[in-house]
């Protein structure tokens, strides 16, 4: 059985800083990353990362500000986010393929096979 199990969500004030971690068992990872829907609004791909570690991909959003990365030993992803706004508030979602991707395909929200239930992030001005 397939399983993603985030943590590492809070509410912070507008500067501050949070690390996101994804816990993935049940499966061998491949092309993963960091999703998010707000109130209102449609899910949109905040970062994803190749199998290796080596490819990442950004939305425009949050580039120079969150770092994504992977520890394949322990099977675990990670959203390093800095200097947070208050329209980073979302319900933050870890995604994994069962096959490579793209990553300009996968950040779409295509061919995701898996998906965490979801850890809260809330950011106050």
């Known amino acids: 059985q397939v399983q993603l199990v985030e943590s590492g969500g809070g509410s912070v004030q507008a500067g501050g800083s949070l690390r996101l971690s994804c816990v993935a068992s049940g499966y061998t990872t491949r092309t993963m990353g960091w999703f998010r829907q707000a109130p209102r609004k449609e899910r949109e791909g905040v970062a994803v990362?190749?199998?290796?570690?080596?490819?990442?991909s950004y939305a425009d959003s949050v580039k120079g500000r969150f770092t994504i990365s992977r520890d394949n030993t322990k099977n675990t992803l990670y959203l390093q986010m800095n200097s947070l706004k208050p329209e980073d508030t979302a319900m933050y979602y870890c995604?994994?393929?069962?096959?490579?991707?793209?990553?300009?395909?996968?950040?779409?929200?295509?061919?995701?096979?898996?998906w965490g239930q979801g850890t809260q992030v809330t950011v106050s001005s």
């Open positions: 995604a994994g393929s069962a096959t490579i991707q793209p990553l300009d395909v996968f950040i779409l929200g295509r061919n995701i096979n898996y």
């Open positions: 990362i190749s199998p290796g570690g080596l490819s990442t």
